[in-house]
């Protein structure tokens, strides 16, 4: 089971990216997305989580800016971020908390990271 993230890139201020994360891998259903994000010289830290039902969760810092979205049937999980500042500047991740396989079940697992440079 593998996360790939993709979609990030250089935009100026105030404009909009979309991130996507596709699962691959034999798999039968996948607990809480999150998206992290590092910043250099800063810690990892969580930026949004949704659930298999759909519940969103978001960090303060990007609260009515970004939009967690998930399709099930195809195991990914996109980021619309928009407004975006250069503090939104860092490597993001997608992390799946649980994927369930055909009989094993895999915790905590991490895509690549896809940078995201804001500038002003």
């Known amino acids: 089971v593998q996360l790939q993230a993709s979609g990030g890139g250089l935009v100026q201020a105030g404009a909009s990216l979309t991130l996507s994360c596709a699962a691959s891998?034999?798999?039968?259903?996948?607990?809480?997305m999150n998206w992290y994000r590092q910043a250099p010289g800063q810690q990892r830290e969580l930026v949004a989580s949704?659930?298999?039902?759909?519940?969103?969760t978001y960090a303060e810092f990007v609260k009515g800016r970004f939009a967690i979205s998930r399709d099930n049937a195809k195991n990914t999980v996109s980021l619309t971020m928009n407004s975006l500042k250069p503090d939104d500047t860092g490597v993001y991740y997608c992390?799946?908390?649980?994927?369930?396989?055909?009989?094993?079940?895999?915790?905590?697992?991490w895509g690549q990271g896809t940078q995201v440079t804001v500038s002003s």
């Open positions: 949704i659930s298999r039902g759909g519940t969103t």
């Open positions: 891998g034999r798999i039968l259903s996948i607990d809480d």
């Open positions: 992390q799946a908390d649980k994927v369930r396989s055909d009989r094993i079940i895999y915790s905590n697992i």
